[in-house]
């Protein structure tokens, strides 16, 4: 069966600081992709980064970065310099080829303190 | 943003009654989805289609029912809405392709009294 575990129910750090959420899934398959959500209180959910299994390096898009190691199922999502906006629920999940749906994490709930 | 819209954003109404989650997509996404999301846990596939005239059952149980006769619009239905249905229910849509980003409305939340 393919899952996705986050092992961190709740996190909280201070502003500024760098904060990495960890990620594990569990696949057969040789070609998938990774995500992590991003969803605000009462707000909408929006992608915060994706990555493409069979690209070795890792994705990033401003603050956020992935640390994507294959072999050990392992799909950790970087936040530096944290700000009061980033807290939130984030949520990994991945898809394959021949799957249209996400499988998705149970959340780690993201506070950052002023 | 993405462009896609759920109306109502919140409501509240008795047992019994019959309820209507509107979903529309202008992205010209094949495939919609509705997930059940309890506040601050994770999220429940119920209903998904691949395009018009498809429609499927997600990995919870459900007994709401969907519909899509166009592509751009995908709503839930409850014919009688029990304390149990209370939720945000979220939907969403992606392009065809494998790997595609899935893209959410802003939810709609639901309390049965």
């Known amino acids: 069966a393919q899952t996705v575990t986050q092992s961190q129910p709740e996190m909280s750090v201070q502003e500024a600081e760098t904060v990495t959420l960890s990620c594990t899934y569990d696949?057969?398959?040789?070609?998938?992709?990774l995500f992590w959500y991003k969803q605000p209180p009462s707000r909408q959910m929006i992608l915060v980064i994706r990555?493409?299994?069979?690209k070795q390096q890792n994705a990033t898009e401003n603050r956020f970065s992935v640390n994507f190691q294959k072999a050990a199922k392992s799909f950790s999502l970087k936040i530096s310099d944290s700000q009061l906006g980033d807290t939130a629920m984030y949520f990994c999940?991945?898809?394959?080829?021949?799957?249209?749906?996400?499988?998705w994490g149970a959340g780690t709930k993201l506070i950052i303190k002023p | 943003e993405a462009d896609i819209y759920q109306t109502p954003r919140y409501l509240v109404i008795g047992t019994g009654k019959k309820i209507t989650l509107e979903c529309s997509q202008t992205?010209?996404?094949?495939?919609m989805y509705w997930y059940q999301q309890d506040p601050g846990m994770e999220l429940h596939l119920i209903h998904y289609?691949?395009?018009?005239?498809?429609?499927e059952k997600g990995d919870l149980s459900s007994e709401s029912t969907v519909s899509r006769i166009r592509t751009e619009h995908f709503p839930l239905t409850l014919e009688s809405a029990r304390p149990s249905h209370t939720s945000q229910y979220l939907c969403?849509?992606?392009?065809?392709?494998?790997?595609?980003?899935?893209?959410f409305g802003e939810g709609s939340w639901l309390t049965v009294v």
């Open positions: 999940a991945f898809s394959w080829d021949s799957n249209y749906q996400l499988i």
């Open positions: 696949t057969s398959e040789s070609n998938y992709y």
């Open positions: 990555q493409e299994a069979y």
């Open positions: 992205m010209g996404h094949d495939k």
């Open positions: 289609s691949y395009g018009v005239n498809s429609t």
């Open positions: 969403a849509s992606s392009g065809r392709r494998p790997g595609n980003t899935i893209y």
